[in-house]
Structure formats: C-alpha cells, structure tokens
C-alpha cells in the first residue's frame, strides 16, 4: 500500500510541470483598434493579422513558454473613445498598449503616455514621436511616403501638381509634409497649382475637383483612406479629369479597389512598402522574412494586404522583446529594448531604432506601385526611396 501510494505521489510530481503549462494564464496585450466608425476597413485587416500572429507565436512556445493573447478593444475610430479606453489600461498598469489604427486616436493618447508610459506603439505612421519617450511609430513615416511620391512624379517631369486632402488629423499632418517637400531644395522648380481640402465625412468634392481641374495641374495626390478616398475618386471620375492620380498608402487594400473599379483613374500610384512588391528584394534575411509573412496568410487563404503588411513588423517587435524580458517586464525595460534594437530582420527592412521617431524604418523601404486594373496587382515602378525604374 504504501508502495503503491509513493509510485503515486512520484508520478504526481513529475506531471504537476505539464499541468502547470497547460493552465498556464495567457498574458494579455491589449490592442486599441478601429473595428467600427470610419477606420473599420483598416482595423478590422489589422485584428486579423494580429490573430494570425498570436496563433504563430503560441505554436511556437508563446512567450517564455507562457501563451500570449491580444485584447482587443473597439475606438470607434473616435479620439475620444481611444483616450477613455487608454485611461482604463493605465489604471490597471498594463506595461504596453498596441493601437491605435488612426491619426486622431494616436494623437489623443500620446499625451497620457509620453513621459512615464506605458509604452504606446500606435499603428498610424502619420504621427512623429520624439526618441526617449513610450511612443512608437509603425511603418515608414507618411511625411516620407509624400516625399517619395513628389520625387517619382518630380523624376517624369510632372512639376505641376495638384494636392487634396482631408481636414481631419491625418490630412493636417500631410499639409505640414507638404510644406516640408516644396522646402527641399531639389523641389524647387515643383509648383502646387491647386490645394484643395474636404471633410471626411463629406459626400461630394465636386468643387474641389472643378477647381483642380481648372488648375490644370500634370498629376494630382488626393490623399484620403477609406471611404473619403471613394468620394475623392468618384469626384474626379465625374469630372473627367484625366491624369496621375496618387495617394495614402493606407488605400492600398484589395477588397476596396475591387469595389471602385468602376471609376478607378488610368494611373494610380501608392507609395507601398517593399513587402507590397516583394519581386524586388534581394536573397537574404529580408526575403526570407517576406516568404514567411506571405505563407502564413495563404495557410488562412488570405491574399495580404497594405493593412496586414503595417503592423506585421510592429507586433513582431513587440513579441521580440517580451521573448527577451519576461512577462514581469515593465513599460521602461520595453521602451529601453526596442530603443537599442539594431539590425532587426522585418518584411520591409532592416530596423534601427536610432532614429529620431522611434519607428526604426525610413524612406528607404518605399516603392512607388501602380495599381494594374487588370491584373489587379500593385506594380513597383519606382526603386526604394521613390526614384523610377
């Protein structure tokens, strides 16, 4: 009897490290994103890729053996709901908040953030964190994705341009990018004939258009993303203006091109990231990156797109350290390690996070694409950087 209850006990002891594990609490990472509202196209992509993440890294031991899982919350696309949201997060202490998917809800929560954390890694690369603080960008800045457009058209010769954008926080920030190019000694021939705006939820820009139209201008960026971009394309389409159409990035989405492309312009160019277009990457660690990143999307059977490319490289930084630091890490053992990553291998590029936004990406990693109607592929008709092939 007793020899049989101490071959129990034994056997207990040797198991109990396997239950263990498999009760283990996932640690959670919450994620603010822009499921419904304006921005739902974007953040809905965005949830899912950053599902497809979690499924990959828990097969692949989780985080110190511990399973990850991401919380998502819902920001309506609205500044004022991603700072309630944010409130609630740092009253629990979280160390680290993904999100949000807009300029508007990034904006918002920087200011409860910057200085004492937790660490913020908003998916909008049109905001400019400054280095030191909790606040990181994803993606290549939208201030570099303007400049490398202007440089394309600038490089075939198209020296008057045309400019629309939104009024909202993301079209604020392009006009001061804008502002900043026609500095740049090298576009000083360039000329803004036209420089139009319009609400985000407006339903038409027929005057707008009409006035760019009037302007004659050789090419025009029409920057929006999401439905504003539908009305700016049907605007131009009713006017009859024929000419180089560019335009976010954010655009670059399969499913939205499908449903405009009954009033879609002959040529439409998107400042992509090198992901978008992975036929010119050289053998090595980038491409290998890529081929990992396209083969966990076509086993789901999903064909990625310029949402899923953006926030691939950023969760996966963020997983990177938690792989480091343990999940007792705190918000400034994060921010200290993801400021002293040199050399990361992502999809679209090799990641230094010297640089003064802490987004560890630049210019470099842009292609200009052209969205081929009938292949309904997005072409790089630029090196990186923006200058043409």
């Given at each position: 009897?007793?020899?049989?209850?101490?071959?129990?006990?034994?056997?207990?002891?040797?198991?109990?490290?396997?239950?263990?594990?498999?009760?283990?609490?996932?640690?959670?990472?919450?994620?603010?994103?822009?499921?419904?509202?304006?921005?739902?196209?974007?953040g809905?992509?965005?949830?899912?890729?950053?599902?497809?993440?979690?499924?990959?890294?828990?097969?692949?031991?989780?985080?110190?053996?511990?399973?990850?899982?991401?919380?998502?919350?819902?920001?309506?696309?609205?500044?004022?709901?991603?700072?309630?949201?944010?409130?609630?997060?740092?009253?629990?202490?979280?160390?680290?908040?993904?999100?949000?998917?807009?300029?508007?809800?990034?904006?918002?929560?920087?200011?409860?953030v910057?200085?004492?954390?937790?660490?913020?890694y908003?998916?909008?690369?049109?905001?400019?964190?400054k280095?030191?603080?909790?606040?990181?960008?994803?993606?290549?800045?939208?201030?570099?994705?303007?400049?490398?457009?202007?440089?394309?058209?600038?490089?075939?010769?198209?020296?008057?341009?045309?400019?629309?954008?939104?009024?909202?926080?993301?079209?604020?920030?392009?006009?001061?990018?804008?502002?900043?190019?026609?500095?740049?000694?090298?576009?000083?021939?360039?000329?803004?004939?036209?420089?139009?705006?319009?609400?985000?939820?407006?339903?038409?820009?027929?005057?707008?258009?009409?006035?760019?139209?009037?302007?004659?201008?050789?090419?025009?960026?029409?920057?929006?993303?999401?439905?504003?971009?539908?009305?700016?394309?049907?605007?131009?389409?009713?006017?009859?203006?024929?000419?180089?159409?560019?335009?976010?990035?954010?655009?670059?989405?399969?499913?939205?091109?499908?449903?405009?492309?009954?009033?879609?312009?002959?040529?439409?160019?998107?400042?992509?990231?090198?992901?978008?277009?992975?036929?010119?990457?050289?053998?090595?660690?980038?491409?290998?990156?890529?081929?990992?990143?396209?083969?966990?999307?076509?086993?789901?059977?999903?064909r990625?797109?310029?949402?899923?490319?953006?926030?691939?490289?950023t969760?996966?930084?963020?997983?990177?350290a938690?792989?480091?630091?343990?999940?007792s890490?705190?918000?400034?053992?994060?921010?200290?390690?993801?400021?002293?990553?040199?050399?990361?291998?992502?999809?679209?590029?090799?990641?230094?996070?010297?640089?003064?936004?802490?987004?560890?990406?630049?210019?470099?990693?842009?292609?200009?694409?052209?969205?081929?109607?009938?292949?309904?592929?997005?072409i790089?008709?630029?090196?990186?950087?923006?200058?043409?092939?």
């Open positions: 009897m007793v020899t049989r209850f101490l071959t129990l006990l034994a056997l207990l002891v040797c198991l109990t490290p396997l239950f263990a594990y498999a009760v283990e609490t996932p640690y959670e990472i919450p994620v603010l994103l822009s499921l419904t509202g304006q921005g739902a196209f974007l809905r992509a965005e949830q899912q890729t950053i599902e497809l993440i979690g499924n990959l890294v828990n097969r692949s031991g989780g985080i110190q053996g511990r399973p990850v899982k991401f919380a998502f919350a819902d920001d309506q696309t609205n500044p004022q709901i991603a700072v309630q949201i944010a409130n609630n997060l740092i009253a629990k202490k979280v160390p680290i908040i993904l999100g949000s998917s807009f300029t508007g809800p990034c904006e918002a929560m920087s200011p409860l910057v200085k004492n954390g937790p660490v913020m908003c998916f909008a690369p049109t905001i400019h964190p280095r030191g603080g909790y606040v990181f960008a994803a993606s290549v800045s939208t201030q570099d994705d303007l400049f490398a457009l202007i440089r394309y058209f600038r490089e075939r010769g198209l020296t008057r341009l045309g400019f629309i954008t939104t009024t909202d926080a993301g079209g604020q920030q392009e006009d001061r990018a804008l502002d900043l190019a026609l500095a740049l000694p090298e576009n000083k021939h360039l000329a803004i004939v036209a420089h139009e705006h319009f609400a985000p939820s407006d339903i038409s820009v027929t005057a707008q258009v009409n006035r760019i139209k009037s302007a004659n201008p050789q090419a025009l960026i029409a920057w929006a993303t999401g439905s504003p971009f539908g009305t700016l394309l049907r605007g131009i389409n009713d006017a009859g203006l024929d000419l180089p159409i560019a335009t976010s990035p954010g655009d670059m989405v399969y499913k939205q091109l499908a449903q405009y492309a009954g009033f879609l312009p002959k040529e439409l160019f998107f400042p992509g990231l090198r992901s978008m277009s992975p036929e010119g990457t050289a053998k090595g660690p980038v491409l290998n990156a890529q081929r990992t990143y396209f083969s966990a999307f076509a086993s789901i059977g999903v990625p797109d310029f949402p899923n490319n953006e926030v691939w490289d969760v996966y930084v963020v997983i990177d938690l792989r480091h630091l343990g999940t890490a705190t918000a400034e053992q994060i921010r200290n390690y993801i400021d002293d990553l040199h050399g990361w291998v992502g999809i679209n590029g090799v990641y230094d996070f010297s640089d003064p936004e802490q987004r560890g990406i630049s210019g470099a990693s842009i292609v200009i694409d052209r969205w081929d109607a009938a292949k309904k592929e997005f790089p008709v630029s090196k990186p950087g923006g200058m043409p092939r």
